[in-house]
């Protein structure tokens, strides 16, 4: 499966017309294995035992390049810490509004289709995505078992 991955990484570099570091490699290397959506303290804290030298400002620097590429996507600006997103394909998220978790969302029958015509003149869809806001599964459970005030 490395092989894969890091086969896949230097395509995408590639049709990117992006050059292929090593540390560039780490860093998408363990994006990739992360289930959740983390933000780069997170990403740092995983590449720091591969690459010891490297800086937190290098990690945020080499998101930013992967998400002007088009190789990552940012969840959401609304949440504080930039929140990235490994998974490219269409979907949807719920955010738990007491813990931050975000949980993908298979994609739902929402598309561009019925805004076309509700968003002004001249300007261009180019991605559609929804966000549900609520307690995760954990959150509302202990908030039943608190205690009222």
Do not use: W
């Not at 983390?38 to 620097?61: C, D, G, H, W």
């Not at 930039?82 to 993908?104: G, M, S, W």
């Amino acid at each position: 499966m490395a092989h894969s991955l890091e086969t896949g990484f230097q395509q995408l570099c590639h049709e990117k017309q992006l050059a292929v570091t090593h540390q560039r490699l780490v860093i998408y290397r363990e994006l990739m294995q992360m289930l959740n959506h983390p933000n780069p303290e997170q990403i740092f804290e995983r590449v720091r035992p591969e690459l010891p030298s490297i800086s937190l400002a290098t990690v945020y620097k080499t998101l930013r390049v992967f998400l002007e590429a088009g190789i990552i996507q940012q969840v959401s600006p609304h949440h504080g810490s930039l929140r990235i997103e490994p998974n490219v394909r269409r979907h949807h998220h719920f955010i738990c509004l007491q813990c931050h978790a975000i949980t993908d969302l298979a994609l739902s029958e929402i598309d561009e289709a019925p805004l076309k015509d509700s968003v002004p003149q001249g300007f261009q869809i180019k991605q559609v995505s929804m966000e549900v806001r609520g307690l995760c599964g954990r959150c509302a459970t202990s908030n039943l078992s608190a205690p009222s005030v």
